[in-house]
Every structure is written in structure tokens, then in C-alpha cells.
């Protein structure tokens, strides 16, 4: 297997962006990413795109050929693929795309998340979202996903010691770096009163423990290891790729306040990369809902369980504590159009590694992490990135 690089990376501002069409989206962040790799159309070998559901919220499938179609790729017949696992469609793209130059089968590839899920009103994209669960035992008996989480937060609530406001301090911390990302949908600090007496959604969640509905895309540019200098000065190395899943249904889980797929693919990328958490100086984790970001701190062994909400209150996450998490806002304030989230998770942690972060910058970032989420947790990928 070969060493595989970052070479360079894309990614559009996120939000409800009525000005762009779905294909646009996607053209905008490949070619910020492969101005960013300098790299041209034609030199690349292949493509990979992340997207949960274009056939629900914008009534187009096709993807993968549709995408290097509209970014001009068509004349060179390049193997263009989607990949599909829900909110884990962009890491599991960035994944394919990693397989495929270690692999020695191809050496330049984007791997790119693309969703825009404005276009439909709000209920009909929260029952989009639903179709990551399961349909049959889920989500026709109502259960949607702010619904699913919300039971995740009741049973964590009732077994570890995880006050209201340390739940809200999660949202507080991550508007508060979305407020200096300047592509994040949300860009306003928050206080605890903000989420705490913001309007029910599922109980305990409120709208401010709640990701939202959001368009967007981003891209990188991968190649072997061996060659990224012809094309770049900061090569940033892909150190693991992990990938786990677990079963569709919550009810199924042996127990539902720990994901085990994060548990185990974590563990893999650490096994991979010879590393442990110790080693991570910050990581994006999919807090699709606050309790979400409070489960993955400890299933990925940053802490013991029941200890991510003193350390989210105390601090240890925020941007100057001893583990940041969600430097970009996450996709509670930087947003979450599904498909696109993975890949935005990587294009931060580059940015961080690159000391390219501006006011969110880590100081020192050497090693960064992401993980990134489908469903309740039936599939996870989670990945090692090192300077
Ligand atoms: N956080 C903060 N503010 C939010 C928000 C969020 N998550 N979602 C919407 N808002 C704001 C909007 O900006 C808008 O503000 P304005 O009136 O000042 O313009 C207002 O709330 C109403 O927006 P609207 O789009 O009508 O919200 P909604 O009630 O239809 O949807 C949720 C809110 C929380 C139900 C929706 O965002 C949601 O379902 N989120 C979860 C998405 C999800 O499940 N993703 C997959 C996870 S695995």
C-alpha cells in the first residue's frame, strides 16, 4: 500500500444558498480545490462524491456522472462514482478515495461531498433525513432523527452525571469558533440561556442542540504521498482511514449512549496510525445534536464515559483547551448539508494543519482527526491527518 497525501482542498460557504443550483455547488468547491492543488481537470484519475439524498431533496440521481459532467470532466471519461451512507457519505468518500491511491489503482483523485437540501420545505427534508434510519421500525412510526437523538440524551442523562448546561456549553463553544469560520452558516456567539430557552424540538433537545438544514459542498485533492511535492509545499499525510458500522436501529444497540462503531473505528485508526489520543491536537466530531458531540468525545477515548460534559464546561474542547473539538463551528454552527460534512471535516483539519485557520488557528496543530457519522451511528469513518 502506498502513503496517500492531501494535496489540496475546496469547500464552498455553507447555508441556504438559493443562488446556487446543486451542480454549482459542487463545481465551486472542485475548483477551489484543485486551483488549491494545482491541479488540472485532465490530470485527474478519478472521482468520488459523497451525497445522501440528491433524489429527495433536489430529484436528481446520477450523481457521480452528472458532477464530471458539469465540471467539464465528461470528454475525459473519468471513473466518477457516488457514494452513499447518510450523513457518513463525505468520509466514506474520502475513504474510497484514499483506497484508491494506496491502492496503486489511481493516482490523483478528488473525493468531494455535495447536498442541497434548502430546495424542499423543512419537513420534507426531515423526512428525507429519516430514511437513514430505519424506515420500517423507525421512522414510519415517527421517529425522525431529532427524535432518535433526543433518546440517546434521555438515557445518557439518566445514567452519567451531564447537566442542561453542560449539554448547552456544546453549542455555546461551537458557535463561538462558527463565529470565526467564515464559511459557516452561523456565525453568532451564543450564550447558555440562548439554547436552554430556545424552542423545544424533541425533548431535552432544543433548536440549539439541533444541527441544521443546510446547502453546501467541498472537495481535496488526493495523491500518492511520493509525488505531492510536484504539486504542493504542504502535503498533509493521511495517517489512518478507518471504517465501522453497527446495526440501523437504535433499539437494537447493545447500548444506545455509545456508539460502538465509533468505538471501533477509532480504535482502528489508532491502531493503524500508532497513535493515541494524546497525540491529537484537535478533532472534528459529527455533532449532528449536542448529545452526539458529548458521546463521541468519549467513545473515541478522549475521556471516560460520563466525564465529555465537566470537560466540555471546564473547557477541554474549546479552541486554547487541551483537546479542541469542532474548530470549524462543527455542523452545529458551520452547518451540516449531509453529504458534504465528512469532506468538510477534512478541509478544516487541513486548514488547521497548514496554520491557514486564521482566528480559530490551533497553535502547533500537528495531528488532527475526524469523525464523521450515518444514521444513529450504523456507520462511522473516522480519519488520521498529519503533517
Ligand atoms: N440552530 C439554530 N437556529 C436554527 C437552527 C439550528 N439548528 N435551525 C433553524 N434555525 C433558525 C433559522 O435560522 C430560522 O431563524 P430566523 O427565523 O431568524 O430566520 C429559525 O430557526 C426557523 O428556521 P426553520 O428552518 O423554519 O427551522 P425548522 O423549525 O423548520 O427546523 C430543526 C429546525 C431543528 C427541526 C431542523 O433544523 C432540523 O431538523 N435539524 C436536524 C437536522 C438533522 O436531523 N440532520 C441529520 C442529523 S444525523
Known amino acids: 500500500m502506498r502513503d496517500v497525501a492531501v494535496i489540496g482542498t475546496g469547500c464552498t460557504t455553507f447555508g441556504e444558498k438559493w443562488n446556487s443550483s446543486f451542480r454549482n455547488l459542487f463545481v ?18 478519478g472521482l468520488y462524491v459523497g451525497n445522501m439524498s440528491a433524489g429527495r431533496f433536489v430529484e436528481q440521481e446520477h450523481i457521480g456522472a452528472l458532477i464530471a459532467d458539469y465540471a467539464g470532466l465528461a470528454s475525459h471519461h473519468i471513473p466518477a462514482t457516488r457514494v452513499e451512507a447518510a450523513c ?6 474520502f475513504r474510497q478515495a484514499v483506497i484508491a ?17 434548502t430546495d424542499v420545505a423543512s419537513g420534507a427534508s426531515v423526512d428525507a433525513l429519516a430514511g437513514a434510519a430505519d424506515r420500517e421500525w423507525e421512522g414510519f412510526v415517527g421517529a425522525t432523527f431529532p427524535g432518535l437523538y433526543a433518546m440517546i440524551a434521555t438515557d445518557y442523562m439518566n445514567r452519567y452525571p451531564l447537566t442542561r448546561e453542560q449539554l448547552a456549553q456544546v453549542a455555546v463553544k461551537n458557535h463561538y469558533n462558527g463565529a470565526r469560520n467564515p464559511i459557516a452558516q452561523f456565525r453568532q456567539e451564543i450564550s447558555i440561556d440562548t439554547v436552554i430557552k430556545s424552542s423545544l424540538v424533541a425533548d431535552p433537545l432544543r433548536l440549539f442542540d439541533c444541527s441544521p ?12 504521498l511520493e509525488r505531492a511535492r510536484e504539486f504542493t509545499d504542504t502535503p498533509i499525510k493521511v495517517l489512518a482511514s478507518a471504517q465501522a458500522s453497527d446495526t440501523i436501529t437504535l433499539h437494537d444497540r447493545r447500548d444506545i449512549s455509545t456508539l460502538d462503531a465509533t468505538v471501533a473505528a477509532g480504535r482502528r485508526a489508532f491502531a493503524a496510525s500508532g497513535l493515541s489520543t494524546t497525540d491529537i491536537d484537535l478533532v472534528e466530531v459529527h455533532d449532528c445534536f449536542t448529545i452526539a458531540e458529548i458521546c463521541a468525545i468519549e467513545d473515541l477515548g478522549f475521556c471516560r ?32 448539508p449531509v453529504g458534504a460534512t465528512g469532506i468538510k471535516q477534512v478541509f478544516e483539519v487541513v486548514q488547521q494543519l497548514r496554520g491557514e485557520a486564521g482566528k480559530r488557528q490551533v497553535e502547533g496543530a500537528e495531528i488532527g482527526m475526524t469523525h464523521n457519522v450515518g444514521g444513529t451511528g450504523a456507520t462511522v469513518a473516522v480519519h488520521i491527518l498529519g503533517v
Not at 465551486?28 to 484519475?45: F, H
Not at 457518513?88 to 468518500?93: D, E, I, M
Not at 466540555?312 to 473539538?325: F, K
Open 28 to 45: 465551486e468547491a472542485g475548483i477551489l480545490a484543485l486551483e488549491d492543488a494545482g491541479v488540472a481537470g485532465e490530470q485527474i484519475d
Open 88 to 93: 457518513a457519505s463525505g468520509g466514506l468518500s
Open 101 to 117: 491511491v494506496a491502492s496503486g489503482m489511481e493516482d490523483i483523485v478528488v473525493a468531494a461531498g455535495v447536498e442541497k437540501m
Open 213 to 224: 438544514i443546510t446547502d453546501g459542498a467541498a472537495a481535496v485533492v488526493l495523491a500518492p
Open 305 to 336: 464515559k460520563g466525564e465529555a460534559g465537566r470537560m466540555t464546561w471546564e473547557g477541554a474542547t474549546a479552541l486554547n483547551g487541551d483537546i479542541p473539538v469542532n474548530t470549524s463551528g462543527g455542523l452545529k454552527a458551520c452547518g451540516h
